[in-house]
């Protein structure tokens, strides 16, 4: 009777399926890391693009309702006096009030609208300017952030 041999180690293609099963687990997990990461840079543009919306925003706010020098539609923003002379503001590149660009402001475009409305119930619309702020980043997706400036 000849000794039974018994078998250690892999053979080579238990070796070879070993390696393909990890090496398909570990692109599975690349992937959903890679997602992740995008998803992140994502909502960090969209966290940018309201905040420049915001800024804008209270910036607006706090002019004016009406004009107090009588001179409608200053010429540069550094001199808009009330929240009407905003209406059609584009910056490209988000920007301070004196018109210096904002440290990683380059990459979005902020649109301004200003129009009397008629949307609080009991308030003329004379009396109630809708300001929307709108802010497109760079792959042309936009945030818009809205308020109303109400005449005293």
Do not use: H
Not at 16 to 42: D, H, K, W
Not at 86 to 103: C, K, Q, S
Not at 127 to 147: C, E, F, K, Q, R
């Amino acid at each position: 009777m000849k000794p039974v041999r018994l078998q250690t180690g892999f053979a080579l293609l238990e070796a070879i399926i070993a390696i393909t099963i990890v090496a398909i687990a570990a692109v599975t997990i690349m992937a959903q890391i890679s997602q992740a990461n995008v998803q992140s840079g994502r909502s960090l543009v969209q966290t940018e693009a309201v905040f420049f919306a915001n800024a804008y925003l209270t910036e607006i706010a706090a002019r004016p309702f009406d004009d107090p020098d009588g001179v409608d539609g200053e010429a540069a923003r550094r001199f808009y006096d009330d929240v009407d002379d905003y209406n059609g503001l584009i910056n490209v590149g988000a920007r301070d009030g004196n018109g210096n660009l904002i440290p990683g402001g380059n990459r979005f475009t902020v649109r301004v609208t200003v129009a009397n409305s008629n949307a609080l119930a009991g308030v003329p619309a004379a009396d109630a300017l809708l300001v929307n702020v709108t802010v497109t980043d760079p792959v042309g997706a936009s945030m818009i952030v809205t308020g109303v400036r109400l005449r005293p």
